[in-house]
């Protein structure tokens, strides 16, 4: 099985073809976090750590609005090519290498927002990595700072164990692409495969990845964040924000 890192080592040059559009996805989701995060923090101009972020979705369109961003990922593959798209981009962002288990080679702290976008909390397979990684982003708020994340609904997905997510087509002829998953499920975890298909010149090819998650249910969230010193738990739902997944509040606990 494929580490998680290997994972998005293995995607990075890819990552932007499972979305129809990834320019205007990046300027989407800007458009929704950024006002959610301005409003519960009381900020117009955050100091934000994405620690997930990436290729960049979400870093780079907060940047773009005008926030000062610091960016970090485990994937090192992932912050080469989301440090180029910030240079094709003409954006400021400051990127490292970090998992969010374990972010003190990100030397700054005190921020307003610590973000974790795009489920990536599900791929921490115990509560000690999640607890742990609480604890580090924690570390990295100043007092009254919020963390965000934005998790699939698997209090609903658990219900069913869906055995695939329906493919996508996206591209005009000529340039065609496929995009679907496949989920292997092992109890309350799963191996999703991503299968992304797409029309060359000399015909069509596809590229398979594999990555481990687990099924994160609400009340096993919002407890972990309630024993890192998290308050004020609160789950935003898509009919409210417009975005695409549940979003989770928290705030670090004030002095």
């Known amino acids: 099985m494929t580490t998680t890192q290997g994972f998005y080592d293995d995607l990075a040059e890819h990552y932007h073809l499972i979305f129809e559009d990834w320019s205007r996805s990046i300027e989407r989701q800007a458009g929704i976090l950024g006002p959610l995060l301005e409003r519960y923090t009381g900020l117009s101009a955050l100091r934000l750590l994405d620690c997930s972020c990436g290729i960049g979705?979400?870093?780079?369109?907060?940047?773009?609005?005008?926030?000062?961003v610091v960016a970090s990922d485990l994937s090192r593959a992932s912050v080469a090519r989301a440090q180029r798209e910030a240079r094709r981009l003409g954006v400021e962002v400051q990127f490292h290498v970090?998992?969010?288990?374990?972010?003190?080679?990100?030397?700054?702290?005190?921020?307003?927002?610590v973000l974790a976008a795009d489920n990536a909390l599900p791929h921490l397979l115990s509560e000690v990595d999640l607890s742990r990684a609480f604890e580090q982003m924690g570390s990295k708020l100043r007092?009254?700072?919020?963390?965000?994340?934005?998790?699939?609904?698997?209090?609903?997905?658990?219900?069913?164990?869906?055995?695939?997510?329906?493919?996508?087509?996206?591209?005009?002829a000529g340039q065609r692409r496929i995009v679907h998953q496949v989920w292997d499920w092992d109890g309350t975890e799963y191996d999703l495969h991503l299968y992304i298909s797409f029309e060359t010149a000399v015909g069509w090819v596809y590229k398979h990845y594999i990555s481990r998650y687990r099924a994160l249910l609400r009340a096993e969230i919002s407890a972990s964040l309630e024993r890192a010193g998290f308050t004020g738990v609160e789950w935003l739902e898509p009919q409210a924000t417009s975005f695409y997944q549940p979003i989770v509040v928290a705030r670090k606990e004030p002095s």
């Open 98 to 113: 970090a998992d969010m288990r374990e972010l003190n080679s990100v030397p700054a702290e005190g921020f307003d927002v």
């Open 143 to 172: 007092r009254g700072g919020t963390l965000a994340a934005t998790v699939r609904d698997y209090d609903q997905l658990i219900q069913t164990r869906p055995a695939m997510q329906p493919p996508a087509f996206f591209g005009a």
């Open 57 to 68: 979705t979400q870093a780079l369109g907060l940047a773009q609005r005008g926030h000062t």
